[in-house]
């Protein structure tokens, strides 16, 4: 995981995550500030990455292939999250390593149950989180009091009060210091991205280029892209800049 001593790659490393969220016009291409977020993660200092789980991590069930290429479906494996069915992988679950979340401790925040205590889903997700090494538990937890980073069960538009708790856990078993300013959190719905605003941590809507229909586009269809998982500071939900909540 990051380290905090304060040497020349450390400072350039703050440098990277200053010009990253100050430069005018910003970096768009997402591959590029994939590269510049990953050195700066790694150099300065230890960071956080939070994903919502339904149609985040996960994409509609039966939507693999069409309209949804890049997700997966793990067969014999159940997901109760909406009409049920069998789990669906987005890209980002899939692909988590190619982030710059690579580099950064890892937690959930679900509204959902992950299909409960010892379900498959639970198992599934847990395995390709912790593919780049940064999540040193299987247990999961409940809303309150947060006993884990994987934390289930918080209602939506309530999300950003569990994370202070994922923090706590992490500066409490593995000696992390994450800064609000190193949170980065990420989910399908704006109603549980724009109450981020204020709190000094980031959040960005994702899957924003396909919504579910049925759900009248509240929600994420296949959940999220590679590309969408970017170290941009604030909150940012669908729409481009002008929909930025300050």
């Known amino acids: 995981p990051p380290h905090n001593q304060p040497d ?12 990253l969220s100050t430069l005018h016009p910003p970096i768009s291409h997402p591959a590029m500030r994939v590269v510049l977020a990953t050195v700066a993660a790694a150099s300065a200092g230890d960071c956080l990455c939070i994903f919502d789980i339904d149609r985040t991590l996960t994409g509609s069930q039966g939507s693999a292939g069409s309209p949804c290429p890049t997700d ?5 494996v159940y997901d109760v999250a909406y009409a049920g069915g069998t789990l669906v992988l ?5 692909f988590i390593a190619q982030t710059f979340c690579s580099q950064c401790y890892i937690g959930t925040i679900s509204a959902g149950s992950a299909s409960g205590a010892g379900s498959a889903e639970r198992g599934v997700l847990h395995d390709k989180l912790a593919v780049p090494g ?4 299987t247990s999961w937890s409940a809303c309150s009091p947060v006993t884990s980073p994987l934390v289930t069960g918080c209602p939506d ?15 409490q078993h593995v000696g992390a210091s994450i800064a609000n300013g190193d949170v980065h959190f990420y989910d399908d719905r704006a109603d549980n991205v724009k109450p981020f605003a204020s709190t000094g941590y980031n959040a960005r809507q994702i899957s924003c280029s396909s919504r579910d229909s049925k759900y009248g586009n509240a929600i994420g269809l296949c959940g999220a892209e590679v590309s969408e998982i970017v170290p941009d500071a604030g909150v940012q939900v669908c729409g481009g800049d002008d929909a930025l909540v300050v």
């Open 134 to 137: 940064h999540l040193p538990t």
């Open 72 to 76: 997966e479906e793990i067969s014999g």
């Open 8 to 19: 020349n790659l450390s400072i350039l490393g703050l440098r990277l995550k200053f010009s």
């Open 157 to 171: 538009g309530t999300k950003q009060n569990a994370v202070g708790g994922i923090v706590s856990w992490y500066q």
């Open 90 to 94: 987005s890209e980002v679950s899939q």
